[in-house]
């Protein structure tokens, strides 16, 4: 939401996003006071006055806006007033504070994705050697030992090489893999994922389809979106099963009362990594399982990070990959009794 104001609190040019979150239209805006627009004006005037006379170039607070027009009450912005080229007049742009929290929430994803590829490049490089050597060793001395009994404990060694071979593998994956990019039908994506969820628990779990068949169809990657999707469909129906960190919502496959629920909906004017998308898709996973451990809450997307006892902590590290390769972030929001994925994907 940005407006062109002078030192008056005037307003001189303002965006539809201000218009939309104010209810009122572009004319009205400007003809109006800024002071008018937020419940105390006192910060605000200040920060004008500080700006238009040059003791600070840029200025921030948070505020509250009134959104009377829109009959949606008051809404918490962070608002950040700046010097323009033109003479007494400043920017004002406000930002909606859960979307502030969302960008920052995006752009540390962001910063882990980058570490996080960086560190699965060098950790392979120092594994796979000593791998193949100990794995080659391990061959060779059961081609020499005398004893053939003793061959189940070399066999012991090289299973261990090739499963460390195969977790390496999976760490890799994303960063190796060329995208297939075609037209992507969502509810083709869903829909595979849910036939291998219910071939998996065929009895105990009920998977519910709520969809919204107008959103269109994009340009992606359809096997790493299906990836993606069923890691977090895998998450949720193994905490269904009795892994979660609540008795009292744990094992609900095994009493069969168990559900998972996929939704799509459209999203406007949303915003991803700082860009603003006038469409996105909104693609929900949620069940009614255990949650997230609360400890856990913050670090689910980061790799080896699992909150099953012998999970690899790979699966949504690997979701998170392949969903910002589209441009999109994913969301979880967790209590006990209800864990909602929300994917968000940029449309055309």
Request: aromatic residues 4%.
């Amino acid at each position: 939401m940005v407006a062109l104001v002078d030192a008056q609190g005037a307003c001189h040019q303002a965006n539809s996003a201000l218009e939309n979150t104010l209810g009122v239209s572009r004319r009205v805006l400007q003809r109006s006071s800024v002071f008018d627009w937020v419940t105390d004006p006192s910060p605000l005037r200040s920060t004008l006055d500080a700006v238009a006379t040059n003791q600070v170039s840029t200025s921030r607070f948070d505020a509250t806006l009134h959104r009377g027009g829109s009959g949606q009450g008051e809404l918490p912005v962070h608002v950040i007033v700046s010097q323009t080229d033109r003479a007494g007049w400043m920017l004002v742009e406000m930002i909606e504070i859960e979307q502030q929290t969302r960008l920052d929430r995006e752009e540390r994803h962001q910063g882990l994705a980058q570490a996080n590829k960086e560190l699965v490049r060098n950790l392979a490089h120092e594994i796979k050697n000593p791998l193949g050597g100990l794995r080659g060793a391990a061959q060779l001395l059961a081609m020499e030992l005398p004893d053939k009994a003793l061959l189940e404990y070399t066999q012991v060694i090289i299973h261990e090489a090739d499963r460390l071979q195969a977790l390496v593998d999976r760490l890799l994956a994303p960063h190796r893999r060329v995208a297939v990019v075609a037209d992507v039908n969502i509810h083709e994506v869903c829909e595979r994922v849910r036939a291998l969820v219910v071939a998996e628990y065929p009895r105990g779990l009920t998977v519910l389809r709520d969809y919204d068949t107008s959103i269109p169809d994009f340009r992606g990657d359809r096997e790493q979106l299906i990836q993606a999707v069923l890691n977090i469909a895998h998450n949720a129906t193994q905490a269904l099963a009795g892994s979660g960190p609540d008795s009292r919502y744990s094992e609900r496959i095994a009493r069969g009362d168990a559900q998972l629920v996929l939704r799509t909906r459209i999203a406007r004017q949303v915003t991803l990594g700082r860009t603003r998308y006038r469409l996105a898709l909104e693609l929900h996973i949620e069940d009614n399982g255990p949650g997230v451990a609360e400890d856990l809450r913050d670090r689910i997307f980061q790799p080896l990070v699992s909150g099953r006892e012998g999970g690899s902590g790979l699966g949504l590290t690997l979701a998170l990959s392949h969903v910002q390769q589209h441009q999109g972030t994913i969301e979880c929001d967790s209590v006990p009794g209800r864990t909602v994925f929300k994917v968000l994907i940029p449309l055309p």
